[in-house]
């Protein structure tokens, strides 16, 4: 895990799953994070958080979108990241249902909610513990 200095709030990895719409999410998300003072780092296990924007719509999709969060979860577990934000369709589309199944998950932001990725990482990075969702 990254110590941060003082010119930047915090470090993040970010996974991008899915379709065009939902790379644009990224960007637009990415974007917010870099004006709010976070710097994007490239692997997970140098990032004080990790997001992981999803995709929901089909089966297989779905999984994959799991599958990766539980890596980040793991990740998590061992010491290696502080906190672990889903975003996009999956969480849009099974909300709290999906903090039910994975516990670990520190925030979900659904896709009308992807402005407010700043306010859920400045939580995560201040130590907020709730489950959130938004």
């Known amino acids: 895990m990254s110590t941060t200095d003082t010119k930047t709030k ?3 990895a970010f996974v991008s799953l899915g379709c065009p719409k ?3 999410d990224s960007e637009k998300m990415l974007g917010n994070l870099s004006l709010e003072g976070y710097t994007l780092v490239s692997e ?3 990032a004080d958080f990790v997001i992981v924007n999803t995709c929901g719509f089909i089966e297989s999709a779905r999984q994959e979108s799991k599958a990766v969060i539980q890596e980040m979860l793991d990740l998590k577990a061992a010491g290696k990241t502080k906190g672990v ?3 996009g369709c999956l969480p849009e589309r099974l909300g709290g249902t999906l903090l039910d199944e994975m516990p670990q998950i520190d925030h979900i932001v659904g896709v009308f909610g992807r402005d407010e990725i700043t306010t859920v990482a400045e939580r995560l990075v201040n130590g907020a513990t709730e489950q959130r969702e938004l």
């Open 44 to 46: 997970p296990e140098q």
């Open 85 to 87: 934000i889903v975003s």
């Open 10 to 12: 915090g470090t993040y």
């Open 22 to 24: 939902n790379l644009v």
